[in-house]
Each structure stands twice: as structure tokens, then as C-alpha cells.
């Protein structure tokens, strides 16, 4: 079931990019990964993902570029995954329109439970009628 769920990825570490696909793909879902912010903003466009995870220190564009660009015209679930442990970029990143802000290195269970937790948010709000399977 969570084969349909399309996650985008915009990272340019590579084994970054590796390890966090390899939880994706283990929890069943459907992952695309860009390295440059020009990528990732078309994938975007033309994959429609149901969530997209985003690193903030990427080659060609500031992170923050990136997700004010994809704010513009999207709603989907942005969820920052950064080395940068300051407040003030968090609060940027919120206040941008980010709907989570992870610090690297995290705990693969917990971003999973994220992941999980910002998809069932997003379901009950396009299918409120489901509320009662998602409690
Ligand atoms: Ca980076």
C-alpha cells in the first residue's frame, strides 16, 4: 500500500541520499532522489511526491530557495533534514512553510515516524471522511 506513495528526496550527499532511501524503500515506499535544487524543483514538479524530504546545504541553491520556491505552489508535507542544529534556521525553515525540521544524525525510527506521522496528517486532510481510521 505505501508502493504508492511517492517520496522525493533533494540531497546531495550521496550516502546520505543511500542510507535514507534504504529506510524509504524498507518502509515500502516509492523514492526518487535529486542532488541539486534545480532537480529536485522539477521533480517536484512533474513526479507530484507525497512528501518531500529536504536538505537545506545543497550545491546549486540555498535549501531555503528551494522550499520558498515550492511553497509558491505547493502543499505537500516539506520536511527539512539539516546539519544545522540553530534555532534561527529552524524558525526560518517553520516560518517558510517547512512542516518538520530534522536534525542530522537522526534516529532512522524516528524520522520513519515522521515521515509516517506528516502522511496520515496530509490523508485526513484530503479525506477528512477517513478520520475515523486514522483517529
Ligand atoms: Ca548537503
Known amino acids: ?4 506513495i511517492r517520496i522525493l528526496l533533494i540531497e546531495d550527499n550521496k550516502n546520505t541520499c543511500s542510507y535514507i ?3 524509504l524503500d524498507k518502509n515500502g515506499y516509492t523514492t526518487t532522489t535529486a542532488l541539486t ?4 524543483l522539477s521533480l517536484a514538479a512533474s513526479l507530484c511526491p507525497n512528501l518531500i524530504l529536504l536538505d537545506l ?3 546549486d541553491m540555498d535549501g531555503f530557495q528551494v522550499l520558498e520556491q515550492l511553497r509558491g505552489w505547493s502543499h505537500v508535507p516539506i520536511l527539512i533534514v539539516s546539519a544545522c542544529n ?3 534556521e529552524k524558525v526560518a525553515a517553520l516560518d517558510l512553510g ?3 525540521y530534522i536534525v542530522k544524525p537522526f534516529d532512522l525510527d524516528e524520522l520513519a515516524a515522521r515521515i509516517a506521522a506528516h502522511l ?3 490523508q485526513r486532510r484530503i479525506s477528512p471522511s477517513n478520520l475515523r481510521f486514522f483517529g
Open 86 to 88: 540553530e534555532e534561527q
Open 57 to 59: 546545504g545543497l550545491p
Open 120 to 122: 496520515r496528517r496530509e
Open 98 to 100: 517547512a512542516d518538520d
Open 37 to 40: 535544487g534545480r532537480e529536485g
Open 1 to 4: 500500500m505505501n508502493a504508492r
Open 21 to 23: 532511501s534504504a529506510l
